[in-house]
């Protein structure tokens, strides 16, 4: 599915990671298939009157899929997104977006031609009320429904080809734990069959690409909610920790006294709601996780599979990682020996480069390690560690 996962990551650079804007998801739009709304600044589609781009045909390749997945035109995620749309906005110059509304990352101003550079800080370098914005402004985000994007409840075909719309309102938050669950779900054959050997951003070559673009989406929709156009999103620098030291109430969470499976009361987090995480009952009745909530955060640091995860990545784990010269190598899937990005991803050894199926490290480690919401792939982006 390799192909299939850059056609997805090239499209949302034209239009957005948020896969379905609410401005193109009426009846008219899905039949016509064509997603190509006004921009706000002169009315016309795209802003092409100000120069911004235009309405055009979505050109695909024609190479073959790969192995791993033997089916065509039972997915709509193939070939993305001419399931739903084959005419998009394609922007000019500096301009992206579903509207051609936005600037490119890096560049700001009215006709998106000002640079400025933005720096990520690690999360304990930032003050407390630069921690407590943080805090706040993921809140605010999990608490503000978004006013650009929806989610689909249901299949194209279960929308009948589009003539009988389903999509639903999600907060801004949660509309990036979807799509992480989106890219990564199971596809659904119809009847009880499902087929499970299909990730669109994990195991192959887009995983690097794939969650960097995901994650400069999540931090330009918090900039814009926020109208804070300096936010960053801060990190985690997990290299020869011990145990998880941002698992305290001052920053993501500590474990709750009677229950260590949960967060504090005290913690900023606890009351959170997670979503997308019940997979196999979304299979059982062939239908997409419809963002509604599903419990709590649950989160039980180090208390995982120790023969799998022994520990957390060293510092030595990162220098070898960073000493593979081949970015990609091989079968380009987690069997991979000496690929840099499968290293990386966990499914090869930091200590040999060979891929070794019995063990999960580096940025697999700490899913693993987190023993809960973040350990399941699909519901991962619930747990707010993720984005560090």
């Known amino acids: 599915m390799i192909l299939a996962v850059l056609y997805c990551l090239l499209w949302s650079f034209q239009t957005s990671a948020g896969h379905f804007p609410r401005a193109c ?65 394609q922007c000019s110059g500096n301009f992206t977006g579903f509207d051609c509304g936005n600037c490119k990352f890096g560049f700001w101003g009215p006709n998106c031609t000002d640079r400025r550079l933005l720096v990520r800080r690690n999360i304990f370098d930032l003050s407390a009320p630069e921690k407590d914005k943080f805090f706040a402004y993921l809140t605010l985000a999990k608490h503000t429904i978004s006013s650009d994007y929806v989610i689909p409840i249901g299949t194209y075909g279960q929308m009948k080809n589009g003539s009988t719309p389903m999509f639903s309102d999600i907060n801004i938050y ?20 499902i087929w499970r050997d299909i990730d669109f951003a994990h195991e192959a070559p887009a995983f690097l690409p794939w969650h960097r673009l995901f994650l400069l989406r999540w931090e330009q929709e918090i900039q814009k909610l926020t109208g804070d156009e300096n936010f960053t999103i801060p990190y985690w620098d997990w290299r020869d920790a011990e145990k ?37 009952e979304y299979n059982s009745h062939q239908s997409l996780c419809n963002g509604m909530p599903e419990g709590p ?91 560090l």
Not at 39 to 47: F, K, L, N, V
Not at 174 to 193: N, P, Q, T
Not at 334 to 345: D, I, M, V, Y
Request: glycine share 8%; net charge negative.
């Open 25 to 89: 998801v009426s009846s008219k739009n899905l039949m016509e298939k064509e997603c190509c709304p006004p921009w706000s600044g002169d009315g016309s589609p795209c802003g092409q009157l100000s120069g911004r781009g235009s309405c055009q045909n979505i050109l695909l390749s024609n190479a073959p899929l790969g192995p791993q997945f033997p089916f065509t035109g039972v997915d709509d995620r193939e070939s993305w997104p001419s399931i739903f749309y084959n005419r998009t906005c």
């Open 174 to 193: 949660d509309l990036f734990v979807w799509i992480h669950y989106y890219v990564s779900m199971d596809a659904l054959l119809g009847g009880s069959e």
């Open 244 to 280: 998880c030291d941002i698992c305290t109430d001052e920053y993501m969470g500590g474990q709750h006294p009677a229950n260590p499976n949960l967060l504090s009361p005290a913690s900023f987090f606890s009351s959170w709601q997670i979503i997308c995480s019940r997979l196999e």
């Open 297 to 387: 955060l649950r989160r039980n640091p180090g208390n995982h599979d120790k023969s799998r995860t022994p520990r957390l990545p060293s510092s030595a784990d990162v220098e070898f990682c960073l000493s593979l010269t081949q970015y990609e190598s091989g079968s380009m899937d987690k069997a991979a020996n000496f690929s840099f990005r499968n290293t990386l991803e966990g499914f090869a050894s930091p200590l040999t480069g060979i891929a070794d199926a019995s063990q999960s490290s580096m940025h697999n480690a700490l899913h693993i390690y987190m023993n809960g919401t973040m350990s399941q792939v699909q519901g991962s982006a619930n747990d707010p560690i993720f984005l």
